[in-house]
């Protein structure tokens, strides 16, 4: 039997939005992200980024919160900063997605096998790095879940250093908020507003049947052309999406 309740206090529980989220992630863990991009255009809201891939061959799809770190020069912080996403992933919890928005810079690291490990042992779920990543095949051999727009292999230290952590940050032309919902596979990374995750996730579940029914439509023996014009399809949404 599962614990009695807290008395009410006029305020939401907020394991409440814990359960709702941890729901939710496990059904947009369920999807891809070609599907949830689909229903992110059908429902007019920006989401998909482009650019930024897995790092590794066979890199798993994550699902998760965002964590978010915004990257500047180290010169122009006060004593240069901290140490790229240090206390982020120190604060993460499992199921986190460590989100690093270095406005697509590609000639300096933001991640490396060090604090993969640290991300590893509290659970994170993975990294999407608007930007570069190092380390790649000690990343890989950890298992670590990492999207970026390239590997290199310059250091961050004395370059680049955290900005702010758990902020709106842009990423790939995205504004992503704190514990918005990341979905990352093979294709790239999508992000989710928390506000519509409930209403997105729904859409792209309808939108993957769909595309599953038009699948075994064709392997019924269907023409490709008849199918992809055939009205029994686009009125999955109610509409020709």
């Known amino acids: 039997m599962p614990p009695p309740r807290a008395p009410w206090t006029g305020q939401p529980d907020p394991t409440d939005n814990a359960r709702v989220n941890d729901d939710l992630i496990k059904r947009l863990v369920a999807l891809d992200t070609c599907a949830v991009s689909?229903?992110?255009?059908?429902?007019?809201?920006?989401?998909?980024t482009t650019g930024?891939?897995?790092?590794?061959?066979?890199?798993?799809?994550?699902?998760?919160?965002?964590?978010t770190v915004e990257v500047a020069d180290a010169a122009s912080i006060p004593g240069g900063g901290r140490h790229m996403a240090t206390s982020t992933v120190a604060a993460a919890t499992a199921g986190d997605v460590i989100v690093i928005?270095?406005?697509?810079?590609?000639?300096?690291?933001?991640?490396?096998?060090?604090?993969a490990t640290a991300a590893q042992v509290n659970g994170?779920?993975?990294?999407?790095?608007?930007?570069?990543?190092?380390?790649?095949?000690?990343?890989?051999a950890l298992g670590y879940p990492l999207w970026a727009r390239a590997a290199v292999p310059v250091t961050a230290r004395g370059r680049i250093a955290d900005r702010a952590n758990d902020v709106p940050v842009p990423f790939a032309g995205?504004?992503?908020?704190?514990?918005?919902?990341?979905?990352a596979d093979g294709s790239g990374v999508v992000f989710l507003p928390s506000s519509r995750a409930a209403e997105i996730i729904?859409?792209?579940?309808?939108?993957?049947?769909?595309?599953?029914?038009m699948i075994a439509a064709i392997r019924g023996?269907?023409?490709?052309?008849?199918v992809m014009a055939d009205a029994?399809?686009?009125?999955?949404?109610?509409g020709n999406a």
């Not at 930024?52 to 964590?67: E, K, N, T, V, Y």
């Not at 729904?202 to 029914?213: H, P, S, V």
């Not at 029994?232 to 109610?238: E, H, K, T, V, Y």
């Open 52 to 67: 930024i891939g897995p790092m590794w061959p066979g890199c798993p799809r994550i699902a998760g919160r965002a964590r």
């Open 124 to 140: 994170v779920a993975g990294t999407v790095v608007d930007g570069a990543c190092r380390d790649v095949d000690a990343v890989a």
């Open 232 to 238: 029994r399809f686009r009125s999955a949404l109610g």
């Open 38 to 48: 689909d229903a992110l255009d059908h429902l007019g809201i920006p989401g998909a």
């Open 101 to 115: 928005a270095n406005r697509g810079r590609t000639d300096v690291s933001c991640w490396g096998d060090i604090i």
């Open 221 to 226: 023996g269907a023409s490709v052309v008849e």
């Open 202 to 213: 729904e859409t792209a579940e309808r939108l993957a049947a769909r595309q599953e029914a």
């Open 174 to 183: 995205i504004t992503v908020h704190p514990q918005d919902l990341v979905l």
